[in-house]
């Protein structure tokens, strides 16, 4: 293997990607990305090479990676809004599988063997029961929760045929910024938690929405499991090197294992900036569980993989950082 091997990665320029792109450089990897731009940002790379296109684009794939000859690739280049995803099915359907299965039969014809796949907690759909281990059953209950399923399903084929080996990696909720202000979630629209709360402590927007307050829960408000990105991203630089170790296919639920209420978020968000942040009332939204939060034993013992952020003001933190270096 090369001294400094490269890896594809995938929708580099996105939120989660990037971040991976700056942890690969600082790993001694050569990170190229391949990214559409269509939600991603040209500076995120951190001058990294980009490659402008779709995955979709059997002949764009040829030629990267016939230039490249990675080592491995890594996938975070799915569509992720949920409510698009029931709106939109097909662009869904097409892009995160679809596209994905014309980059693995790329990456069989190129003899690249390692793929790392950035999966989802929506493959399991309502929880049965909490926290969600790996043997939870798969009953996605959305268009975007089944998309990702399929790919892990042809993920497990292609390995079986074809000896490519992978490990997906499903989380719950990203969060938080670089620790060094680099970078941080910039999506638009944004639909997550922590950064509509601190653009609301920034005066970016007037308030933040509380979507049901009579959930069974400690303080009535939903519970979600929020992982660090930058711990996110540790995980799968961890996968990666099981699988250039010549590492079996596995898969894996990440998170910090407790999970945090909405009103919790809220109330750290403003120990963190000491402003004002406004909230107002929402009737409950249609497919929120009370709770979900991941059991991630198993990637803790099996990868080596220890959150180092687990902390929720250090979370909001970096994530508060970031909205004032960029927005203010």
């Not at 079986?160 to 499903?170: E, F, T």
């Not at 307050?213 to 995980?235: F, K, N, Q, V, W």
Request: charged share 25%; glycine share 10%; with cysteine.
């Amino acid at each position: 293997m090369e001294k400094f091997p490269k890896i594809l990665v995938v929708g580099g320029a996105g939120y989660i990607g990037s971040h991976m792109v700056k942890m690969l450089r600082a790993a001694g990897y050569v990170p190229v990305v391949v990214d559409d731009l269509s939600s991603g940002r040209r500076e995120a790379v951190l001058g990294a090479e980009l490659v402008v296109g779709d995955i979709g684009d059997a002949n764009l794939l040829d030629e990267v990676l016939e230039r490249v000859s990675p080592a491995a690739v890594m996938h975070f280049a799915s569509f992720i809004q949920v409510g698009e995803s029931v709106q939109e099915p097909a662009k869904y359907y097409r892009n995160n599988v679809i596209a994905t299965q014309v980059l693995l039969d790329g990456m069989r014809a190129h003899g690249v063997r390692n793929f790392i796949f950035s999966s989802t907690a929506a493959i399991f759909g309502n929880p049965k029961y909490d926290p969600i281990d790996e043997a939870h059953p798969k009953e996605p209950i959305n268009p975007y929760g089944r998309s990702k399923w399929m790919v892990e399903q042809i993920l497990e084929d292609y390995d079986r045929a074809y000896g490519l080996k992978s490990i997906c990696l499903r989380y719950f909720n990203a969060a938080g910024a670089d620790a060094d202000g680099e970078l941080g979630e910039c999506h638009e629209p944004e639909t997550h938690l922590i950064p509509l709360i601190l653009q609301a402590a920034s005066g970016r927007r007037p308030h933040v929405t509380i979507y049901g307050e009579d959930y069974d829960t400690p303080d009535g408000t939903c519970i979600r499991d929020y992982i660090h990105i930058e711990d996110l991203c540790s995980a799968h630089l961890h996968a990666l090197d099981h699988l250039l170790q010549g590492g079996d296919s596995a898969r894996y639920n990440l998170g910090n294992g407790n999970g945090f209420s909405v009103r919790e978020v809220i109330d750290a968000a403003r120990r963190v900036a000491g402003r004002h942040i406004a909230v107002e009332k929402g009737d409950r939204r249609a497919g929120d569980p009370p709770r979900l939060a991941a059991d991630a034993r198993k990637a803790r013992a099996e990868l080596g993989w220890t959150p180092k952020y687990a902390d929720l003001d250090t979370i909001v933190a970096h994530a508060w950082a970031w909205e004032l270096r960029r927005f203010q």
